[in-house]
Nanobody
Framework: VQLQASGGGLVEAGGSLRLSCAAS????????MGWFRQAPGKEREFVAA????????AYADSVKGRFTISRDNAKKTVYLQMNSLRPEDTAVYLC?????????????????WGQGTLVTVSS
């Protein structure tokens, strides 16, 4: 599976962005997907995840109620809708795929990673 993230940019606090992650490969529809982020000087952290079917999702406490993960298996794309953005959301956002059906929230359980897209939230 190859992953290509897009949709990052510069936005003011309180604004919204929608990230997309396009996948190639036949196994996308049977793979759990996730979004992580990494801010300068910080470790990569979990943001959101979705099961292969889209029926189950999980979120980090810091984004719960503000971010929504979804997927379109026909388009082989996973999305991250980010609302009410805060300066502390500034980071490179990376999508990842795991060869598992269930929701995966642990970084090392992911098998494939995209290159990331930069999100900058100004105060």
């Amino acid at each position: 599976v190859q992953l290509q993230a897009s949709g990052g940019g510069l936005v003011e606090a309180g604004g919204s962005l929608r990230l997309s992650c396009a996948a190639s490969g036949r196994t996308f529809s049977s793979a759990a997907m996730g979004w992580f982020r990494q801010a300068p000087g910080k470790e990569r952290e979990f943001v959101a995840a979705i099961s292969w079917s889209g029926d189950s999702t999980a979120y980090a406490d810091s984004v719960k109620g503000r971010f929504t993960i979804s997927r379109d298996n026909a388009k082989k794309t996973v999305y991250l809708q980010m609302n009410s953005l805060r300066p502390e959301d500034t980071a490179v956002y990376l999508c990842a795929a795991a060869a598992k059906f269930r929701v995966v929230t642990i970084l090392y359980e992911y098998d494939y990673w995209g290159q990331g897209t930069l999100v900058t939230v100004s105060s």
